[in-house]
């Protein structure tokens, strides 16, 4: 097997405490994402999921444990790995236009004025910010406009990974799904590798080629991989016809609800080196080839399991 | 009918101008009919009113007299009302320029750095409170020069708000935005100046409106104590004139000039705050 593009090896957090024992807020956490991997986490708060995330992008250091992407360690933040923050971050001194082009000179410093403002405007007018708002500041385009800039920043820059962090958290639900599937139709036309926190179901299994669960914290773990195998491209209207929706819906809410909670602070059972239990869905009618011990068991339908190491 | 909030307001303060002027005017006694003077009036030649308070309409028809020609020199005590200001403002600029060449640069070391700023921290908070005027004895004595010494306490006493507000704003910009830069591979000088500068510039600004404003109120004192020339100085002489319309005439003159200098920074403040 080849090495995997991103590998996260045995990464965790604890804070020291003035009183008592130190706080450990996740530990263990082994992950591996393949090149152009579109990958969800869902955890309840305070399981550590966006110190995974800032880790990831090297904004935060861990406790233990180390992260290796295209076979360099993480150490510190880098243009090949870019953020989407939920309050969307962008300057707002600048306008639009401006908050791209100062991260598209950052990138490429030799590039002309010109073709700077090119290929800002290209990634702008793939989240459809074109026409005189380019030229707006933040505080004049909706939280919509605002996250769309965020976006268009992030896929401009051409990062090796793209990290995003609740990215639609602070929009309304009418919002939240056209640009989710903006988000789509902006990353299928690349190789984008993205890891994305949410708090979303319906999103993660939209957009998630695999969603991590982590159990409640503290000595929160991921503890498992919900591959999604519904093929793309999808679409909101169309994605819950599929067979496989409601039951993919129902594990992962069934997790959220009941086993985040009964896993907390226990120990993944394949050992604290493992990556987390995968979980499959074989497409109805057709079940696909997974592991050879999985694919015997597998009724369809229904979820199986089977470890990784 | 009601008039928009800004006429109302415009109206309102006409009337109240009117109102003070008017009362002003009619409490001043005409000087007495001449008559038979007392000894006592013969012997102070008649001075007793001519010292009163002066009347609106002799002070606007003197400011009108000044203004219509300010630049005239006629010797070291009979300069132009505009000569006078022009000192005082160049010496105003000078130090507070060269105050904020020091303070901003500090400021940003201070608030980006917490190191600096505790260490910095109880220098600034001793030397903050002393009357910039107090500092003029000991800079007569090391520079040896008034005119350089109004501007040096000019300096010390705007230093301060553009020192504690840049620092200030500084440390307060947004962690968010400094990730912005920090993800995005800008060096220190490139985060100080894409992000940080204009993060801070608003309270970087009010800091500097504060420290124009209390330049422009210790350049009077510090005048009135190197003498020589400068509205300061102005106002002390024609004390010494016992000129009063003169003194009511460029106090009113200094305000004008104070609310000009504010005017003009808070034009610069408008055009580096941003909507968040």
């Not at chain 1, 799904?177 to 994305?196: D, K, P």
């Not at chain 2, 160049?90 to 608030?111: C, D, M, S, T, W």
Request: hydrophobic share 45%; proline share 7%; with cysteine.
């Amino acid at each position: 097997m080849t090495r995997p593009f991103l590998e996260v090896q045995g990464l965790g957090k604890t804070y020291p405490s003035p009183q008592g024992p130190p706080l450990t807020v996740f530990r263990d956490v082994n992950l591996h994402i393949q090149k152009g991997e579109f990958v969800c986490i869902i955890g309840h708060s305070g399981c550590g999921k966006s110190t995974i995330l800032n880790v990831l992008a090297g904004l935060d250091t861990a406790t233990t444990g180390a992260v290796i992407m295209d076979g360099q360690e993480v150490a510190g933040p880098s243009l090949d790995r870019g953020v989407v923050f939920q309050n969307y971050s962008l300057l707002p001194w600048l306008s639009a236009l401006k908050n791209v082009t100062f991260a598209v000179k950052a990138r490429w410093p030799r590039w002309s004025r010109d073709k700077v403002a090119e290929h800002s405007y290209k990634y702008l007018e793939m989240v459809g910010l074109t026409g005189g708002a380019e030229h707006r500041k933040p505080h004049q385009l909706s939280g919509g406009m605002r996250q769309r800039v965020s976006i268009a920043r992030a896929f401009a820059i051409q990062p090796k990974l793209l990290l995003l962090d609740e990215p639609f958290g602070a929009l309304d639900a009418l919002t939240r799904g056209v640009i989710q599937e903006e988000l789509l139709r902006v990353w299928s036309g690349t190789n984008q590798t993205v890891f994305m926190i949410t708090h979303d179901v319906d999103e993660a299994i939209l957009l998630a080629d695999r969603i991590l669960l982590m159990t409640n914290g503290p000595e929160a773990r991921v503890a498992e991989a919900v591959s999604i195998d519904i093929p793309r491209p999808r679409q909101r209207t169309s994605i819950i016809h599929d067979p496989n929706y409601y039951a993919i819906r129902n594990h992962l809410v069934e997790f959220l609800a009941t086993r985040s909670k009964e896993l907390a602070g226990t120990a993944n059972p394949d050992g604290d080196d493992a990556t987390p239990q995968v979980v499959q869905f074989p497409t109805q009618g057709f079940p696909r080839p997974v592991t050879p011990a999985a694919a015997t068991k597998a009724p369809i339908g229904a979820p199986t399991s089977s470890a990784k190491g | 009918m009601t008039l928009p909030l800004r006429v109302r307001a415009l109206i309102l303060s006409g009337i109240f101008l009117a109102l003070t002027l008017g009362l002003w005017e009619l409490s001043h006694k005409a000087p007495a009919a001449a008559g038979e003077m007392t000894e006592y009036e013969m012997l102070m030649g008649a001075a007793s009113e001519e010292a009163a308070v002066p009347p609106p309409s002799k002070i606007i028809a003197h400011a009108w007299a000044e203004l219509s020609n300010p630049f005239y020199d006629a010797g070291p005590n009979d300069k132009g009302i505009g000569i006078q200001i022009g000192y005082s403002l160049q010496r105003v600029l000078i130090g507070y320029l060269a105050a904020a060449a020091v303070a901003i640069p500090v400021g940003f070391l201070i608030g980006m750095s917490p190191l600096m700023y505790r260490a910095l921290d109880p220098f600034i908070q001793v030397l903050k409170p002393i009357s910039p005027l107090a500092w003029m004895p000991l800079a007569l004595f090391v520079i040896q020069d008034s005119e350089a010494s109004a501007i040096f306490v000019i300096f010390i006493c705007s230093i301060w708000p553009m020192l504690i507000n840049t620092a200030f704003g500084v440390a307060g910009v947004r962690k968010d935005w400094i990730n912005v830069a920090r993800t995005h591979e800008l060096g220190h000088l490139r985060t100080a100046v894409i992000v940080i500068l204009p993060a801070a510039a608003p309270t970087i600004l009010t800091g500097m409106r504060i420290s124009i404003g209390i330049a422009w109120l210790v350049i009077v004192a510090a005048e009135m104590l190197v003498g020589g020339t400068g509205i300061g100085y102005y106002v002390w002489n024609e004390w010494n004139n016992l000129d009063l319309t003169s003194v009511i005439f460029s106090i009113l003159l200094i305000g004008v000039v104070g609310m000009l200098l504010d005017m003009a920074l808070a034009r610069v403040q408008r055009l580096v705050s941003y909507a968040d």
